[in-house]
Each structure stands twice: as structure tokens, then as C-alpha cells.
């Protein structure tokens, strides 16, 4: 079973920061990829960012190119999401993604989060 847990959402001014986090827990398991999803209200999920665990390859958005960036603590089975100079149109729930491999029967699984949820507003 994987089980992921994130944390950092919260309301904040625009042009703030806030640092997103995502750990991954359970047993049998291998980590292939991380990444972070928001979606806004009336919205679909979009992808924010990504990183592929061992080479640590990260990929973001167009709309958040600069001004976030996602990192991975390999120890702790952890991602992060940092995002600074936060506008208004992130306000979002942000959910964690993982693509694991169990490693019992080589299965891909893709695990989500429970979501956070970000509000940028003065």
C-alpha cells in the first residue's frame, strides 16, 4: 500500500511564497516519477511540474516557468513544490502524484494525493 501525505497549502498575499510538500510512504514499492497537479475551481487538472525521481529531471508549466520549482528528497521519499511570486490565477487545490513500481509484481501504479489547497489573495 503507498500512501501519500502532502501539506503546505495556506492563504497568502500576491507575490508571496510557499513551500508545498508530498511524502510518500508504504512498503514494496519504487519510485519512478513525482509531480504536482493543481486545479481551480470550475477547472480541469493540470500539470504543474514534474520530476523523475533518480535523475531528478524537472519539467514545469508554462504558466509557472520561473517562479516555482519542484525538488525531491530522495532519504525521505519526499517532493516539494517551491513557489514564489504567487498571483492570484494559482489559487488552486494542488495534489501530489506519484508513479510507482511495485516491486512484488512490477505493476506501474499512479497514486494522488489527498490535495492542499492554495489561495492567493490580498
Known amino acids: 500500500q503507498v500512501q501519500l501525505v502532502e501539506s503546505g497549502g495556506d492563504l497568502v498575499q500576491p507575490g508571496g511564497s510557499l513551500r508545498l510538500s508530498c511524502v510518500v510512504s508504504g512498503s514494496d514499492f519504487t519510485i519512478n516519477s513525482m509531480g504536482w497537479f493543481r486545479q481551480a475551481p470550475g477547472k480541469e487538472r493540470d500539470l504543474v511540474a514534474r520530476i523523475t525521481y533518480k535523475g531528478g529531471v524537472a519539467d514545469y508549466a508554462d504558466s509557472v516557468q520561473g517562479r516555482f520549482t519542484i525538488s525531491r528528497d530522495v532519504a525521505k521519499n519526499t517532493v516539494y513544490l517551491q513557489m514564489n511570486n504567487l498571483k492570484a490565477e494559482d489559487t488552486a487545490v494542488y495534489y501530489c502524484?506519484?508513479?510507482?513500481?511495485?516491486?512484488?509484481?512490477?505493476?506501474?501504479?499512479?497514486?494522488w494525493g489527498q490535495g492542499t489547497r492554495v489561495t492567493v489573495s490580498s
Open positions: 502524484n506519484v508513479l510507482v513500481i511495485v516491486t512484488t509484481t512490477y505493476h506501474l501504479l499512479d497514486k
